[in-house]
Nanobody, 123 residues
Framework: QLQLVESGGGLVEPGGSLRLSCATS????????VGWFRQAPGKAREGVACFSESDDTRYYAPSVKGRFTISSDNAKNTVDLQMNVLKPEDAALYYC????????????????WGQGTQVTVSS
């Protein structure tokens, strides 16, 4: 069974940075792309970034483009999300999940959802 695990969340002041990591276990050969998503209280879960190492595809939500960077760390076997210039509206529970076919910011057909890691942006 495919399972992804998020880590790296925490409390940061506005303008600060955090690096989230997504580790995979199980049927990793079924993974074509890894996406990062977030869900703030009372809001729907939304796509933040997607990365496919096969063709070096990267997609970003307009709200994070230029501030967030998604990449793979082959030494750790993770897909990381570097978040810079964090804003209060970035605060949310961040999840990662895997897609077997293509890279997208749409939630459907992603698998292996983790429990999430909390990001709090506050002074």
């Amino acid at each position: 069974q495919l399972q992804l695990v998020e880590s790296g969340g925490g409390l940061v002041e506005p303008g600060g940075s955090l690096r989230l990591s997504c580790a995979t276990s199980g049927r990793s050969l079924d993974i074509y792309a890894v996406g990062w998503f977030r869900q703030a209280p009372g809001k729907a879960r939304e796509g933040v970034a997607c990365f496919s190492e096969s063709d070096d595809t990267r997609y970003y939500a307009p709200s994070v483009k230029g501030r967030f960077t998604i990449s793979s760390d082959n030494a750790k076997n993770t897909v990381d999300l570097q978040m810079n210039v964090l804003k209060p509206e970035d605060a949310a529970l961040y999840y990662c999940a895997a897609h077997a076919v293509f890279c997208t910011l749409q939630l459907s057909e992603f698998d292996g959802w983790g429990q999430g890691t909390q990001v709090t942006v506050s002074s």
